[in-house]
């Protein structure tokens, strides 16, 4: 299995993600060399403007993976993840919009096959292979500490036949913290959207949305919330001093390279806005 990263537009101004996962993939001795000259996605809003476009954005970045041998597409943002999933099944379906994406990117040099797997960060860290490195290196267990796996609305859909988890209660995320040490609990909101980027034009909406969320994790006596997409962590994490909450929202990466004997400043969590010294403090 050759595996390549498709970082995506929002992961350099995600709090802590890229250095996390950078030392977790040391710690592991991971390799994940970007996609060559990647470009934007289109995110999942795009398909309501023109289909083809959305397509052609994330068929771009799966050719170019193609193009250079590589079988698997690793990404660290729900939204891609979601994106690139659902542009290889529509393309794998309809042979009208195939030929036409086709068509596009060879005016690039590029061929489509749309071969290679497209899977989320979390679940390449649970390749077997790959867990019981993760299992290995935990030396710091966070025992004690109390947390909430947030999976957002988009890690388990859309469904389009290639799932790793099931789409109304994943699990994947609760294996891999109960794995680190942490005390996972069950609430009501993992999946539930916290509004992605309408955040912007409809915040009354969106914090009602993460609200539920917050509320959820609270009531669930939660130390922190744990998040695997760069987009909800933020609307998580920034809607909370509206709400009148102060839980901090981290990333999975982050408790993974606690677990591992990392100093939490060379994880990025300094850059939280709810700073995560309860956390800390607890293991």
């Known amino acids: 299995m050759k595996a390549v990263f498709y970082p995506g537009c929002t992961l350099s101004t995600a709090a802590g993600y890229k250095e996390s996962i950078e030392q977790v993939n040391r710690v592991l001795q991971v390799e994940l060399p970007e996609v060559d000259d990647w470009s934007c996605c289109g995110a999942t809003a795009y398909f309501s403007l023109d289909e083809l476009v959305a397509l052609v954005l994330p068929a771009r970045n799966i050719a170019i993976a193609e193009r250079d041998g590589y079988d698997w597409i690793v990404t660290p943002c729900n939204a891609c993840y979601a994106t690139l999933r659902k542009a290889k099944a529509i393309l794998a379906d309809n042979e009208d919009l195939r030929q036409k994406a086709k068509q596009a990117l060879e005016e690039e040099g590029l061929s489509y096959r749309g071969k290679p ?18 299992k290995e290196n935990v030396v710091k267990p966070l025992t004690g500490l109390r947390v909430a796996p947030y999976y957002g609305c988009q890690y388990s859909r859309p469904q389009v036949g290639d799932e790793t988890d099931d789409a109304e209660n994943p ?30 034009a409809h915040e009354d909406g969106c914090l009602r949305l993460v609200n539920r969320i917050v509320k959820a994790a609270q009531q669930k006596g939660a130390d922190a919330i744990v998040a695997i997409c760069p987009l909800c962590q933020f609307n998580v994490e920034t809607a909370q001093k509206k709400l009148g909450y102060n839980i901090p929202v981290v990333f999975f990466t982050q408790l993974m390279g606690l677990a591992f004997g990392i100093p939490h400043v060379n994880l990025g969590m300094k850059k939280l806005l709810i700073p995560a010294d309860t956390v800390l403090a607890k293991i």
Do not use: W
């Not at 797997?117 to 867990?131: A, G, M, N, Q, W």
């Open 171 to 200: 699990v994947n995320l609760d294996r891999l913290l109960e794995a680190l040490g942490a005390e996972v609990v069950d609430y009501s909101a993992k999946t539930a959207c916290c509004g992605a980027a309408q955040m912007v």
């Open 117 to 134: 797997f497209i899977r989320h960060l979390l679940d390449f860290y649970l390749l077997p292979e790959v867990f019981e490195k993760v």
